[in-house]
């Protein structure tokens, strides 16, 4: 229903940046070349920001709306870096019901810094 809401929270790790690469053959020297992420406006290593939107995907299939969830649009601008050992939490808030949901989302790091925010619409279908 609109306004209800759902998060999840995971820690972010150096083997997710690994098997992100390995999934999507995303080889920025930024993820895993400590001397190119120091010389960068980062200054360190820096996950991908599918790492970082990835848990969106969690909150949605798991939770809100929930299973027989996919994304049909997502309109996600990307605030700021999330490294390894980061604690992010994915959230969503329905702004319309079923089957066809509006969410408002976001991905906020430990510390209090939203560094993902913006919109999905989601399509649930009945796995019954």
């Known amino acids: 229903k609109p306004g209800d809401r759902a998060e999840l929270t995971r820690t972010v790790g150096p083997d997710d940046i690994a098997l992100f690469t390995r999934i999507s053959g995303d080889h920025n020297p930024l993820h895993y070349d400590e001397a190119a992420a120091r010389a960068s406006r980062f200054g360190e290593i820096v996950v991908q920001g599918g790492i970082t939107s ?3 995907n969690a909150v949605v ?13 997502v309109n ?15 959230a969503v808030e329905a702004r319309e019901d079923k089957p066809i949901t509006t969410l408002r989302t976001s991905v906020t790091r430990g510390d209090g810094t939203v560094v993902l925010d913006g919109t999905a619409v989601c399509y649930t279908m009945s796995l019954e």
Do not use: Q
Request: charge should be neutral; hydrophobic fraction near 40%.
């Open 54 to 56: 990835a848990v969106l």
């Open 76 to 90: 996600w601008n990307f605030r700021g870096p999330v490294r390894p050992g980061d604690e992010i939490t994915g």
């Open 61 to 73: 299939a798991e939770r809100l709306p929930g299973p027989g969830t996919v994304f049909l649009n």
